[in-house]
């Protein structure tokens, strides 16, 4: 029996021996690779710095991909157009462009700015790079909106707001001699006021301002100015002597524009509701 128990409790010992055997050569298998491990990391980031300096100063300049082309001064005036069917472009305005109007035989080309100053462009070649204009300032504390050319281009009926309602002024010899240099034109007289009207839709404002020949039937061809308020009325007058001719009443709470038809026959108006007279 005792012989027995000690056979037992050698074998238990040379099991414990065993396991702790191979515990120990495990710890010393895992911590061999752990080193190793290190030691490879740490060689790896002290020639990392080295192989990137001599990449760099083997390496050749990038060469641009899209070198800037060069391009003509016409090239850059074509792209700056906004439409194929842009000819040009007219400057000299000081400030924003409220209205303007071509002459019937298309060789002049009046303008309204907020600059209180109505000029007038020569147009006799529209691929010029400059234009000639005759500049008109209007009287104090008037602000034009809107132009107009009578029968003759060089009459020009000009439609402005100040502080007791709307006004229209019509001058003549338009074109006399212009030029580009505005302290030259400052010496010049400037254009005549042939007829003026005061208050014409009383406190209200000018929309659109329009003028053509009377040609239809027994009409004479004289010039009829329509001048089209922001409220309902729409009044007619003689270009050429500012008679008043009379009213229209489009019955539509607010005008929204007006125009008159070639030959002075009729009178279209497009106002507040669906409908256009």
């Known amino acids: 029996m005792a012989y027995a128990n000690g056979e037992g409790l050698g074998s238990a010992t040379t099991g414990l021996v065993i396991s702790g055997l191979i515990g120990g050569l495990s710890f010393a298998l895992f911590f ?24 760099n100063k083997n390496s050749k300049p990038l060469k ?28 000299g305005h000081a400030d924003a462009v409220t209205g303007l109007c071509f002459s019937l035989d298309g060789r002049s080309l009046a303008t309204a700015c907020a600059d209180r100053v109505v000029r007038v ?10 234009f ?16 107009t050319f009578c029968k003759e281009a060089s009459q020009l009926v ?23 240099d505005v302290n030259q034109q400052s010496k010049l007289p400037l254009p005549e006021v042939k007829w003026e009207k005061q208050q014409v839709h009383d406190k ?58 070639p030959n002075g026959r009729f009178v279209a108006a497009a106002a507040f509701t669906a409908d256009v007279k």
């Open 64 to 91: 641009k991909i899209n070198p800037k082309p060069n391009v003509s001064a016409a090239d850059k005036a074509q792209a700056r157009r906004h439409h194929p069917l842009d000819l040009n472009t007219l400057k």
């Open 204 to 261: 209200k404002g000018i929309l659109t301002l329009v003028g053509t020949s009377a040609t239809y039937g027994s009409a004479d061809g004289s010039t009829i100015i329509a001048s089209c308020s922001e409220g309902t009325d729409i009044k007619l007058f003689q270009g050429e002597n500012g008679k008043y001719l009379g009213v229209l009443d489009t019955n539509q709470l607010k005008n929204n524009m007006a125009a008159l038809s």
């Open 121 to 130: 462009f020569k147009m006799d070649d529209v691929s010029s790079k400059s």
């Open 158 to 180: 000009v439609g402005a707001h100040n502080i007791s309602g709307s006004s229209l002024y019509m001058y003549g010899d338009t074109t006399r001699k212009s030029s580009e």
């Open 32 to 55: 061999a690779f752990y080193l190793r491990r290190k030691r490879e990391e740490v060689k790896t980031a002290a020639e990392l710095p080295s192989a990137v300096t001599a990449k």
């Open 132 to 147: 000639k204009f005759l500049r008109i300032n209007m009287p104090s504390g008037s602000h034009p909106v809107v132009v």
